[in-house]
């Protein structure tokens, strides 16, 4: 499967964006996604997943009540709504698949950079 995301920009503290990921290839339905992102001088740190049926999600507590992951199976998208945006989520975000749920995420797409301003 390949991964394209978009949707990042510029935006103020408190105003929401929605990142979208696009897969392709391979069927979407049985990879687990999730998103990452990895600020300037900072390691890449996980974000949110949800499993294959999207029955389960998990959030980092730095994101919980603040951004939700969801996903489409007629559009094969992922998707990551983030609110309430402070000035430390500015890093460029990952999307990111697997095929098993204990594995490591071993698929990436390219970043797209979220900048908030204060």
């Known amino acids: 499967v390949q991964l394209q995301a978009s949707g990042g920009g510029l935006v103020q503290a408190g105003g929401s964006l929605r990142l979208s990921c696009v897969a392709s290839?391979?069927?979407?339905?049985?990879?687990?996604m999730g998103w990452f992102r990895q600020a300037p001088g900072k390691e890449r740190e996980f974000v949110a997943a949800?499993?294959?049926?999207?029955?389960?999600?998990d959030y980092a507590d730095a994101v919980k009540g603040r951004f939700t992951i969801s996903r489409d199976y007629a559009k094969t998208t992922v998707y990551l709504q983030m609110n309430s945006l402070k000035p430390e989520d500015t890093a460029v975000y990952y999307c990111?698949?697997?095929?098993?749920?204990?594995?490591?995420?071993?698929?990436w797409g390219q970043g797209t950079l979220v900048t908030v301003s204060s």
């Open positions: 990111a698949a697997k095929d098993s749920y204990y594995s490591n995420f071993d698929i």
């Open positions: 290839g391979r069927t979407f339905r049985g990879y687990h």
């Open positions: 949800i499993t294959w049926s999207g029955s389960t999600t």
